[in-house]
């Protein structure tokens, strides 16, 4: 009788380990998938501003930065030299305690989802400030482009590694629109999204370009 016991018991922490692995599988296929599609929507935006002769902040400079919010963030040089400038850059959208009219929000290489339940790293996060009269709505799952004036936070005990003061914002896609979605404040689901076109747009104006 132990036996069989035994050996049912074994058997099931066998079926347990092989749905563990199969959740773990799709789980990660699905984080890189995401990952791999929001990505290539936001490269393929960024060409198409770099085309028009803007140059961008990339965010591979910003994932260079090494250390920690409570230690203090360890910059690269390139991005050192550019402390204060006024810059353009393309992400997605993350609201911070809204999503009308927003003063300020977070912009993320990809959208929060790409994460799923892990928060991203402090040297993906960018917190933006807009200008003074200007707000944003929530756009979901789309690129846009910012521009203001980068300021890194140096030293310990920061909340984030870098701010975007006096922002304004516009489409990704060169030409292209923005669409927001109707979203009650306590679901962020697609299945609850109203698609609706935007008031014409702010066009940010141009940044540092081959023009200058």
């Known amino acids: 009788m132990r036996r069989r016991v035994k050996r049912e018991l074994t058997a099931l922490a066998g079926v347990a380990v092989v749905l563990g692995a199969v959740v773990f ?44 919010l409570r230690s203090g963030g360890i910059f690269a040089e390139d991005l050192v030299a550019r402390d204060g400038e006024h810059i353009d850059i393309i992400g997605f959208i993350v609201p911070l305690n809204q999503f009308r009219k927003m003063t300020e929000f977070i912009l993320l290489p990809v959208p929060i989802e790409c994460y799923f339940c892990r928060m991203p790293p402090a040297r993906d996060v960018l ?24 300021k890194l936070q140096q030293g310990p005990d920061q909340k ?15 030409g292209g629109d923005l669409t927001r979605k109707d979203i009650p404040a306590e679901h962020m689901q697609p299945e609850h999204d109203k698609v609706e076109t935007l008031d014409p747009g702010y066009e940010p104006p141009v940044g540092r370009s081959s023009e200058e």
């Open 25 to 68: 599988f799709n789980y990660n296929l699905q984080r890189g998938e995401l990952w791999e599609k929001f990505e290539k929507m936001r490269i393929a935006a960024e060409r198409s501003r770099t085309n028009l002769g803007l140059e961008l902040l990339p965010w591979k400079l910003l994932m260079e930065t090494r250390g920690s």
């Open 160 to 174: 984030f590694f870098y701010v975007i003061e006096n922002a304004k914002y516009g489409p990704g896609q060169a």
């Open 127 to 150: 917190y933006v400030k807009m200008a003074e009269g200007e707000t944003v709505d929530y756009v979901w799952q789309e690129p846009i482009l910012v521009n203001g004036n980068i």
